[in-house]
């Protein structure tokens, strides 16, 4: 059963939604905070010329009135030249516009022919903007950076009259705002493509993250209806022996010991898949854990082999063990114990009275590598792709004789990938096959 094509629809497009707004909020931020940077750094040296500006205004400020006696040649020599009167009008870079308390503009005289005159003594002076950081304002078609001051004492003319009182500063930075402006544009164009190609990425990596959603989902699926299919044989089978026992109350236990050997088989049957299932249910999650501990390999392979031996002796098989491992290896004991018992007892299902099976260990480039071999009837190629698949059976025609559930191999693949290892799948020769395993040390 696969997933709705509505519900598949649904997650795309809100993966893809999310994936658009994440990537617009991060080029919104990245380029306002790039534009605003840049352009704090241009405006940088034009509020520091204004500064400078002002600096010497108050400095000016602070000498007082000029002395309005007559000079000696010497004293004409110490005058200073802010007492003509208010011929402040740049400092090369800087214009500066006088005002009286009134707010009337003093010197507009001052600007020559070639300066921001016409532009500058439109000006209107408001105390409100007094003091605060510098702005920009557009007069004329130019933009000028602008800062107004109160001179504290007060600027005086010649004549000793304390007149200017406060002095707007500005300097043209028309050249500077479109500059700006053009690497705004550019910013926003670069971005806007980007943006374009976000889109794209966003798309496709919606797709790709629903890949492995639309891959659990048939996997569950699959696992549900396989697990429905392999419960419903043997309930079948023991509601079956239950209805014949009921049909025949005055029977007696050894009447009716077949049913009930059949049925406590698949009850066995059932206890064992659904203690696979559980396992399996667990893996993905962090409720099962590995606990490694140091382990001497050589006696741990033969405690756990020697039943299997017994019950190959008694099966007319021969299992050999072969170990060369002269050191302690940490690995989980029970998880170990209870791969090799999947492994083994698969070995002994598939193989026929005269096979051989064999465990062997040794230490390779420092890793543990353990087979399990049999000379059994073998797994085709096929089946080599799909051996570790959950609830897949070599055998398709139904028979189960062999019994089994299709989940002992998936339960021993996720026990070696749980020790960072592998496990792999070859073919025995002349027959047979050959389970390997490779752990970390």
Same mark, same amino acid.
């Given at each position: 059963?696969?997933?709705?094509?509505?519900?598949?629809?649904?997650?795309?497009?809100?993966?893809?939604?999310?994936?658009?707004?994440?990537?617009?909020?991060?080029?919104?931020?990245?380029g306002t905070l790039i534009y605003w940077t840049y352009a704090r750094s241009v405006y940088d040296s034009t509020d520091s010329d204004l500064a400078q500006q002002g600096r010497i205004l108050m400095?000016?400020?602070?000498?007082?009135?000029?002395?309005?006696?007559?000079?000696?040649?010497?004293?004409?020599?110490?005058?200073?030249?802010?007492?003509?009167?208010?011929?402040?009008?740049?400092? =090369?870079?800087?214009? &500066? !516009? #006088?005002? $009286?308390?009134?707010?009337?503009?003093?010197?507009?005289?001052?600007?020559?022919?070639? /300066?921001?005159?016409?532009?500058?003594?439109?000006?209107?002076?408001?105390?409100?903007?007094?003091?605060?950081?510098?702005?920009?304002?557009?007069?004329?078609?130019?933009?000028?950076?602008?800062?107004?001051?109160?001179?504290?004492?007060?600027?005086?003319?010649?004549?000793?009259?304390?007149?200017?009182?406060?002095?707007?500063?500005?300097?043209?930075?028309?050249?500077?705002?479109?500059?700006?402006?053009?690497?705004?544009?550019?910013?926003?164009?670069?971005?806007?493509?980007?943006?374009?190609?976000?889109?794209?990425?966003?798309?496709?990596?919606?797709?790709?993250?629903?890949?492995?959603?639309?891959?659990?989902?048939?996997?569950?699926?699959?696992?549900?209806?396989?697990?429905?299919?392999?419960?419903?044989?043997?309930?079948?089978?023991?509601? =079956?022996?239950?209805? &014949? !026992? #009921?049909? $025949?109350?005055?029977?007696?236990?050894?009447?009716?010991?077949?049913?009930?050997?059949? /049925?406590?088989?698949?009850?066995?049957?059932?206890?064992?898949?659904?203690?696979?299932?559980?396992?399996?249910?667990?893996?993905?999650?962090?409720?099962?854990?590995?606990?490694?501990?140091?382990?001497?390999?050589?006696?741990?392979?033969?405690?756990?082999?020697?039943?299997?031996?017994?019950?190959?002796?008694?099966?007319?098989?021969?299992?050999?063990?072969?170990?060369?491992?002269?050191?302690?290896?940490?690995?989980?004991?029970?998880?170990?114990?209870?791969?090799?018992?999947?492994?083994?007892?698969?070995?002994?299902?598939?193989?026929?009275?005269?096979?051989?099976?064999?465990?062997?260990?040794?230490?390779?480039?420092?890793?543990?590598?353990?087979?399990?071999?049999?000379?059994?009837?073998?797994?085709?190629?096929?089946?080599?792709?799909?051996?570790?698949?959950?609830?897949?059976?070599?055998?398709?025609?139904?028979?189960?004789?062999?019994?089994g559930t299709g989940l002992g191999l998936s339960i021993a693949e996720w026990i070696v990938q749980a020790h960072d290892g592998k496990i792999s799948v070859t073919d025995n020769q002349p027959k047979?096959?050959?389970?390997?395993?490779?752990?970390?040390?």
């Amino acid at each position: 059963m696969m997933m709705p094509q509505k519900i598949h629809r649904q997650q795309l497009v809100k993966g893809f939604i999310w994936q658009v707004v994440s990537f617009v909020a991060i080029f919104a931020v990245l380029g306002t905070l790039i534009y605003w940077t840049y352009a704090r750094s241009v405006y940088d040296s034009t509020d520091s010329d204004l500064a400078q500006q002002g600096r010497i205004l108050m400095a000016q400020t602070r000498l007082g009135p000029p002395d309005t006696k007559p000079a000696s040649d010497k004293d004409s020599r110490n005058k200073p030249a802010f007492q003509a009167d208010f011929t402040i009008s740049s400092n =090369g870079r800087v214009d &500066t !516009l #006088l005002f $009286n308390d009134a707010g009337d503009l003093l010197n507009s005289d001052a600007f020559d022919y070639y /300066s921001n005159r016409t532009a500058l003594t439109t000006m209107n002076f408001k105390k409100s903007k007094v003091g605060g950081e510098p702005r920009t304002v557009k007069l004329g078609g130019n933009y000028y950076r602008v800062q107004t001051i109160a001179l504290q004492d007060g600027l005086f003319n010649n004549s000793g009259s304390k007149a200017a009182d406060y002095a707007i500063m500005a300097k043209n930075i028309t050249d500077t705002v479109t500059n700006l402006q053009s690497f705004g544009r550019v910013l926003w164009w670069t971005f806007g493509i980007f943006g374009l190609l976000a889109l794209a990425v966003s798309y496709g990596i919606s797709r790709l993250n629903m890949r492995p959603i639309m891959t659990a989902w048939q996997q569950q699926q699959d696992f549900v209806d396989s697990a429905a299919h392999e419960l419903r044989t043997p309930l079948a089978v023991v509601q =079956g022996k239950l209805e &014949t !026992l #009921l049909t $025949n109350p005055t029977a007696t236990i050894r009447d009716q010991a077949n049913n009930v050997i059949l /049925s406590l088989a698949e009850i066995r049957r059932l206890n064992q898949l659904t203690s696979n299932m559980l396992t399996l249910a667990k893996t993905g999650s962090a409720m099962t854990k590995i606990e490694k501990e140091p382990t001497d390999i050589a006696v741990f392979l033969h405690d756990m082999s020697e039943p299997y031996r017994e019950l190959a002796e008694f099966e007319e098989k021969t299992l050999t063990l072969t170990v060369d491992v002269d050191q302690s290896v940490n690995v989980d004991q029970k998880r170990l114990h209870q791969l090799l018992v999947l492994l083994l007892d698969n070995a002994l299902k598939y193989t026929d009275a005269g096979d051989a099976l064999a465990v062997k260990a040794t230490i390779e480039r420092r890793r543990l590598q353990i087979e399990v071999a049999d000379t059994g009837i073998g797994i085709s190629d096929e089946g080599k792709k799909h051996i570790f698949d959950r609830f897949y059976r070599e055998d398709k025609t139904g028979n189960r004789s062999a019994g089994g559930t299709g989940l002992g191999l998936s339960i021993a693949e996720w026990i070696v990938q749980a020790h960072d290892g592998k496990i792999s799948v070859t073919d025995n020769q002349p027959k047979g096959t050959i389970f390997k395993i490779i752990l970390p040390l």
